[in-house]
């Protein structure tokens, strides 16, 4: 298990989604970058930072407008506070050119992080949507190095394609599975759990915030699943983030 220190008040987010299509979501985000360097010792951004990425040069080489500023306060953000990039289901491929590039750091997809209020188990959740065996196979396909060099060698036209492909086909697929199958699996929580000894884990990608008690045996666990961002498409928008300092783990709102 890879372990990550970190002191004073960490702050998390996740499913932020960011795309073409959400400038309200983006400039929210953007403001709340700006909070975090004026406030947080570290930011944790668990995973589904962007709607879709298909390779590092594609914001490199040549980044469509709508994504100049955010890596520009990527930038901005990692030279104010250590700044770690985790991988989500949508944004996996980011690598290290991107994260060198930034400032920032990537993080490990599973990951024990030491804060000043103990140990946290940090991912970004699908991993533990066991009950969605197509998920799951998907996962271990794009996953795979070799599948990921093959992609990674494609034009960048023919990668947003499929990558378009691939978002419609979810959609679709999402439509016929019941949230049960979408959400995390009670045993594969309990077996994070027990596996790794750790009393708090912090997630995101099921879109259902909240603080879960869980009764491991004897011990009394906590599950936290981060908030997802929409400004642009839902009422009342959706968006916040995660702090945990000595005092222990809070839910935050922009205003
Ligand atoms: O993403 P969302 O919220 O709709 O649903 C997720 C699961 N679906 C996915 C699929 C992604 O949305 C696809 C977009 C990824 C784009 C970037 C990379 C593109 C390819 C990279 C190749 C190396 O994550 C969904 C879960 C749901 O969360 C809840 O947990 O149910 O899982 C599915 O829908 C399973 C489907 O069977 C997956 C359908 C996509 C198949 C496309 C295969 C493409 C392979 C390309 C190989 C070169
Ligand atoms: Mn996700």
Not at 27 to 37: E, G, R, S, T, V
Not at 144 to 171: C, D, E, H, T, Y
Not at 176 to 201: C, H
Request: proline share 5%.
């Amino acid at each position: 298990m890879n372990k990550i220190r970190l002191a004073g008040a960490v702050w998390f987010a996740s499913d932020i989604h960011l795309g073409p299509q959400t400038p309200a979501t983006r400039a929210a985000f953007h403001a709340f970058l700006d909070k975090a360097c004026a406030q947080a010792d570290a930011l944790i951004l668990c995973g589904d930072i962007f709607d879709a990425w298909i390779g590092d040069d594609f914001a490199l080489a040549a980044p469509p407008d709508w994504l100049i500023e955010t890596m520009r306060k990527f930038r901005q953000t990692a030279q104010a506070i250590p700044l770690w990039l985790g991988h989500g289901n949508r944004d996996f491929l980011m690598g290290a050119t991107l994260v060198d590039d930034l400032g920032a750091q990537l993080l490990p997809d599973t990951c024990c992080l030491q804060t000043d209020y103990g140990d946290v188990l940090l991912s970004h959740g699908d991993e533990y949507c066991t009950e969605d065996l197509a998920y799951q196979r998907f996962r271990r396909v794009v996953r795979n190095p070799r599948v990921q060099r093959l992609f990674l060698s494609l034009s960048l036209s023919l990668r947003s394609k499929i990558a378009a492909w691939a978002r419609g086909r979810s959609k679709s697929s999402n439509r016929y599975k019941t949230n049960r199958i979408m959400d995390v699996a009670p045993s594969a929580v309990e077996q994070a759990f027990t596996a790794t000894g750790i009393n708090l884990m912090v997630h995101g990608h099921t879109h259902r915030p909240a603080f879960h008690r869980i009764q491991i045996g004897t011990r009394a666990c906590t599950r936290i699943v981060l908030p997802d961002w929409d400004y642009d498409h839902s009422q009342p928008p959706r968006g916040g983030w995660l702090t945990i300092d000595r005092n222990g783990p809070e839910f935050c709102r922009l205003p």
